[in-house]
């Protein structure tokens, strides 16, 4: 990879095209405008950029996505590489190594302003499934044939419909569904889809319920889910259903992480202490699980109020907007909870873990990488507001970007765990 870089205070531009290694061609000369035009902007973060005249910034709070990328530094024309980019690199030595020879990050898809969640890959069809979230009933999932050129986007029905799948993972041949919608009234025939952990052999596309209840409560609104080697299911549930018009009744009880044994039907509280608790994953080693609170983004629980979508207006910047990690004891219980990053943009919404232990996370236009210990490595940018995100193809180096209004990919050196 050819880095090129233009001499800026506090951030230098490089661009990446298959030609040297990146250690080798820091020295070479600026590459041609036409270059600079086709290959993907990489802006490089100096340790300077940490440090900033007195009054150089301006933001407004009241806007929820006032990130870095926003930010005005009058004395430092050099931020204005970030807005553009399409990568940002914090650390230099591992964030270039993690783009690899070629890397990319298209747009793909225009979509609608929706939710667009719950991103999983069906290895033996080589397709990518994701859902619409919509308060109207949208009820089938989309699909991306990945061996079609060029890439179409097609609807995918599962049997029996589901409504509202906010997060999902594949495990052992079969898609597990983390279903946030709640209604008696859309289906036909009439039939009551509660909030829960469903079950779909992607190829037939049938599907089961396996979970739909906390010994008879209801669940509020499984958002994002996990299984285990030992095949337990892992799955948050905070309140975004019911804030965001999915489900008629209103949360029972207070959000939480639950651990499922389908064996056995197991059910366990192993969290309850984040606000909202979102994103989840694994390490490779299992040792350690990493959750988000994306409590920064809430609204009314009441039932007499009817189910009030979240707004901007509801957004409160001071609130939860972190990712923690657990100790994961004896492969059952959670222990030794610690905060290893607060998001720059926004909250942390669909979470991943790379198959080198980096942790990935869905904040406002983008994707942030960071290291075990939640150090900023590098950050995907998009032209709009991803909720999650998943990796996808034989090598698992794609990381596909679902949200508000588009579809994106990235291909980065940088595999995910595989299923």
């Known amino acids: 990879m050819k880095v090129v870089v233009a001499a800026m205070a506090a951030v230098t531009r490089a661009v990446a095209t298959a030609e040297d290694t990146a250690e ?3 020295s070479k000369p600026a590459t041609p405008a036409a270059v600079l035009d086709t290959c993907p902007a990489i802006a490089l973060m100096d340790k300077s950029a940490t440090t900033v005249a007195r009054n150089a910034l301006t933001y407004n709070v009241k806007h929820s996505e006032d990130s870095f990328r926003t930010t005005t530094v009058s004395n430092d024309t050099s931020f204005e590489l970030v807005r553009d980019a399409d990568f940002l690199i914090f650390d230099q030595a591992r964030g270039l190594a993690l783009l690899g020879d070629n890397p990319t990050n298209d747009f793909l898809f225009t979509v609608s302003l929706h939710y667009h969640e719950a991103p999983v890959y069906a290895p033996k069809q080589n397709k990518l499934l994701f859902s619409q979230i919509t308060p109207s009933g949208f009820l089938p999932q989309y699909s991306i044939d990945l061996g079609e050129d060029p890439l179409t986007i097609s609807e995918y029905a ?10 999902a993972t594949f495990h052992d041949g079969y898609i597990y569904w983390a279903v946030s919608g709640g209604n008696n009234s859309i289906f036909d025939p009439p039939r009551e889809q509660r909030p829960g952990i469903y079950r779909t052999e992607p190829g037939t596309g049938n599907t089961e319920c396996i ?11 499984p958002n994002d889910i996990i299984v285990d080697r030992n095949g337990h299911v892992w799955f948050t549930d905070p309140d975004y259903g019911w804030f965001s018009g999915l489900t008629d009744t209103a949360p029972q009880q207070s959000p939480a992480t639950y651990r499922f044994n389908p064996n056995t039907g197991a059910l366990n509280v192993v ?3 984040l606000e909202l608790p979102n994103g989840i994953g694994f390490s490779p080693d299992g040792k350690t699980l990493y959750i988000c609170d994306s409590g920064s983004a809430s609204s ?7 189910s009030i979508a979240a707004t901007l207006d509801n957004w409160n910047i001071t609130g939860p907007r972190s990712i923690y990690a657990f100790d994961v004891i004896d492969g059952v219980y959670l222990t030794g909870k610690r905060v290893i990053y607060k998001a720059q943009s926004l909250a942390p919404d669909g979470m991943k873990v790379a198959k080198n232990g980096y942790v990935l996370a869905a904040t406002g236009s983008g994707v942030d990488i960071l290291d075990s210990y939640g150090t900023y490595i590098a950050r995907i940018q998009t032209n709009f507001t991803v909720n999650n995100f998943g990796w996808a193809g034989e090598d698992y180096r794609q990381i596909w970007m679902t949200g508000v209004g588009g579809i994106g990919r990235a291909v980065l050196d940088l595999p995910g765990q595989g299923n």
Not at 211 to 221: D, E, M, T
Not at 300 to 306: A, F, N, S, V
């Open 24 to 26: 080798g061609a820091r």
């Open 158 to 167: 599962t049997n029996p419909p589901l409504y509202a799948a906010n997060g």
């Open 211 to 221: 979970l739909n209840n906390y010994f008879g409560y209801y669940l509020n609104s």
């Open 271 to 273: 969290e309850q202490t």
């Open 300 to 306: 009314t629980i009441l039932q007499e109020y009817g």
